[in-house]
């Protein structure tokens, strides 16, 4: 690893892509690691390319304004390579549009494309963004010759979780006290998320609270409803926010509560204190998530 000087990163995608060909597997699906262009998954020629949709997120490694960030995503656009865009953005489609034409590649905007309402076994109102992403990208892999029926699509959505053990997604871990997590980390997606958490009835919120030390905190914080209790704590990665530091930060938004040493130890205090018919939330990070799930 020292000799070739390459990241922990890259070297897991090295040995992921070797054993998907010793493995000889008919399909892999390859998730960026950070933006696009100069990602080292970048280095493969899909059956096609999927955009989600464009936030502010890794900003001192992307760009501090969507175009800059939409134009490093859109390195993953290849020559004669269809691509998904996932929701159709005003501002950047323009540069999707541009740099499909330069590298002559069809370009779908799910958003715009897909009509039809496909149920999920995913819970989170913002999965239908998901779904239409999903959708259309299957479109366009039947018009490839890929024989995907109609029911496998519908049957495929409705048993995600069964058929892939998907966690953290709006996942509910407990129902009396309701308890829920779910890995949103970025203003995009916690926006989503925070809005449906508006939509449950409950006594009270305990919010059990960690992220990464690359955050816009100014962003993410004020997104946070502020009557309710806070169980501060720190992932356990080298960058996870220091606890201290998040407290802090979050003390000027009016989000109050208490430090801990851990997130299971935040966690099991949040349970501790919650009655019956209260509601614990945990998030701000995948890695917080992943500690509990």
Known sequence: LEKQGLSFFEMTVGLAFDNFARKNVDIAIIEVG???RLDSTN???PLISVITNIGFDHTQFLGNTLKEIAFEKAGIIKTNIPVVIGEKQDE???LFNNIAVKNNSDIYFASELIKDNYKTGLKGSYQKNNVKTTVQTIRV????GFNISEGNIINGLLNVVKNTNLKGRWQILNKTPKIICDTAHNTEGLTYVLEQLKQEKYNNLHIVLGVVDDKNLETILPLFPKDATYYFCKPNIIRGLDVTILKEKASKFNL????????NKAYKKAKKNASTNDLIYIGGSTFVVAEIV
């Not at 892999?141 to 490839?144: C, R, V």
């Not at 109050?256 to 997130?263: F, H, K, P």
Request: charged share 5%; proline share 0%.
């Open 34 to 36: 950070l933006g696009g």
């Open 43 to 45: 280095i493969i020629t």
């Open 92 to 94: 950047i489609a323009t």
């Open 141 to 144: 892999l039947q018009n490839q």
């Open 256 to 263: 109050i509560g208490n430090e801990y040493s851990s997130v």
